[in-house]
Structure formats: structure tokens, C-alpha cells
Nanobody, 126 residues
Framework: EVQFVESGGGLVQAGGSLRLSCAAS????????IGWYRRVPGKKREGVAL?????????YFVESVKGRFTISRDNAKKQVYLQLNNLKPEDAAVYYC??????????????????WGQGTRVTVSP
């Protein structure tokens, strides 16, 4: 069973940084590209970033995070990370990692393999 456990969220002032982590289990970690998503309460979940299975390629699907967020992974540890720098109040959301069923260089599907984890909440104060 595909499972992800996200951690690392918290309360930070605008301009601050956080590093989110995602521990994976139940599948061949190195066989899949993995993405980070986020959801603001009352809004649709959106895909934020994706990293290829061999770490060679990374994609960022939200224009406002480009240059501020960095996705990475450690296949030996079965972990995916999202470094969030220069955080803004509009980045506040619950962040999730998951395997998108489909992806391209421009977007990744909201349809995922398995089910959503509990996510990790990021709160940004002005």
C-alpha cells in the first residue's frame, strides 16, 4: 500500500523558511516521480512541484514558488523534501506528497496512486 507521512510544517514569519519532509513506504520508491501538493482551506488542491524518479528533473507548477521552493529526494532514505524559502502569507496551506497518476512538464494530476496522507500544515504570519 502506497503511504506517505509528511512532516516539517509549522508557523513561520513571512520571509522565513521551512523544510518539509515526506517519508514513503509500500512501493518501489525509486520507480516513481513524486510530487508535492498543497491545499488552502476552501480551495482546490494544487500541484506545487515534482521530481523525477532519478532526481534528474524537477518541475514547479505554481509560478509564485519558482525560485523560492526546491524539491529534492533521497532514494536511499525513501524521502522527498520541499525547501520553502522566503515564505509569503499566500503559501500558507496543508502540504502533501503523493505519486501523480499523470504528469507533464507543465502540470501533474490531482489523481494519485493510493490515498492522501495527513499532510503537514504551513502557517505564515505577515
Amino acid at each position: 500500500e502506497v503511504q506517505f507521512v509528511e512532516s516539517g510544517g509549522g508557523l513561520v514569519q513571512a520571509g522565513g523558511s521551512l523544510r518539509l519532509s515526506c517519508a514513503a513506504s509500500g512501493f518501489g520508491f525509486e520507480d516513481y516521480a513524486i510530487g508535492w501538493y498543497r491545499r488552502v482551506p476552501g480551495k482546490k488542491r494544487e500541484g506545487v512541484a515534482l521530481i523525477s524518479k532519478d532526481t534528474a528533473a524537477t518541475y514547479y507548477f505554481v509560478e509564485s514558488v519558482k525560485g523560492r521552493f526546491t524539491i529534492s529526494r533521497d532514494n536511499a532514505k525513501k524521502q522527498v523534501y520541499l525547501q520553502l524559502n522566503n515564505l509569503k502569507p499566500e503559501d500558507a496551506a496543508v502540504y502533501y506528497c503523493a505519486i501523480p497518476v499523470r504528469h507533464s512538464v507543465q502540470q501533474m494530476s490531482l489523481e494519485i496512486l493510493g490515498s492522501w496522507g495527513q499532510g503537514t500544515r504551513v502557517t505564515v504570519s505577515p
